[in-house]
């Protein structure tokens, strides 16, 4: 199990878990919630890595939110910076899934020298994600009404925990690429409770100017992109673009996944976490 701890910052107080030896990696979501149980994404990391589970500000047991604009990403990293400082690193690594992954990039624009390293996956560096025929976020792509329904009954506070588990099931039987690997995963523990009020304001309002194409040109943090080949939520063009644009990044794609390679090729994804001790390979 991972430790829980709580931490003062001068940007408030802050939930967050900790496993693992090594150096300073932390990991967060812009719209989740986690526990002691853990995470898919996070956990491989504690082989090699100390991990730091964070509850971003509205999450968990974090200092709650006052204003919808302490959620925008650049706010987010402030605060991520404010627990850095308040244990006393003077760098960590930083990891990111799929919105995580955005989270990532924009550290790495904002607070390159806290970084030792950035670890982008299954993600995107600007909106254009959406507007990909592939992804279902997009209106063109066939589950994209479905999607939009599930988002909006668990951002619905009457929405019973039954049908938020039905609800998420459902989303993310459409990110793996069969049942019997969603079913698999699901044995495994994991925590990450969507975060209605996060997740409404980041597809109504943080994502409409996501754009960091232009930024990161001039990013020099050693950057880890990974993404699986069959991606439905950010397709993998856009993961082949962050690594062309970024001047210090190495990019492995898993052939077999969707959006969670570190489920469907638990292995393969051993082996890219080890790699990520190791200078890019560009």
């Not at 959406?130 to 939009?148: D, G, K, L, Q, V």
Request: proline share 5%.
């Amino acid at each position: 199990m991972w430790q829980q701890q709580m931490i003062t910052t001068q940007r408030g107080q802050f939930e967050y878990f900790v496993k693992g030896e090594g150096e300073p990696l932390a990991i967060t979501h812009f719209y989740s919630a986690f526990n002691e149980i853990g995470n898919w994404f996070a956990e491989p990391f504690t082989a090699h890595y100390q991990v730091f589970l964070i509850n971003v500000r509205g999450a968990g047991n974090s200092v709650p939110l006052d204003n919808d604009e302490q959620m925008a990403l650049t706010e987010v990293i402030k605060d991520l910076e404010a627990v850095r400082q308040a244990l006393g690193f003077m760098s960590w690594g930083f990891a990111g899934h799929s919105t995580g992954g955005m989270l990532a990039l924009q550290y790495a624009i904002e607070a390159p020298d806290a970084l030792t390293k950035c670890i982008c996956g299954s993600s995107a560096a600007s909106k254009a994600y959406a507007s990909h025929p592939a992804s279902i976020y997009c209106p063109e792509n066939p589950h994209f009404t479905r999607i939009i329904e599930i988002m909006e009954e668990l951002n619905d506070p009457q929405t019973t925990r039954e049908e938020r588990v039905s609800l998420s099931f459902e989303w993310t039987l459409l990110s793996f690429t069969t049942r019997d690997n969603v079913e698999r995963a699901l044995k495994i523990p994991n925590s990450g409770r969507t975060v209605g009020r996060a997740l409404d304001y980041f597809r109504k309002v943080a994502v409409k100017t996501f754009d960091l194409r232009a930024q990161l040109p001039q990013t020099i943090v050693p950057t880890y992109v990974f993404c699986g080949r069959q991606d439905a939520q950010c397709p993998v063009e856009f993961s082949y673009e962050i690594a062309e644009l970024l001047p210090n990044a190495s990019l492995t794609i898993f052939e077999e996944s969707n959006h969670f390679p570190f489920m469907e090729e638990q292995e393969a994804f051993s082996h890219f976490v080890e790699a990520t001790l190791r200078a890019p390979q560009l």
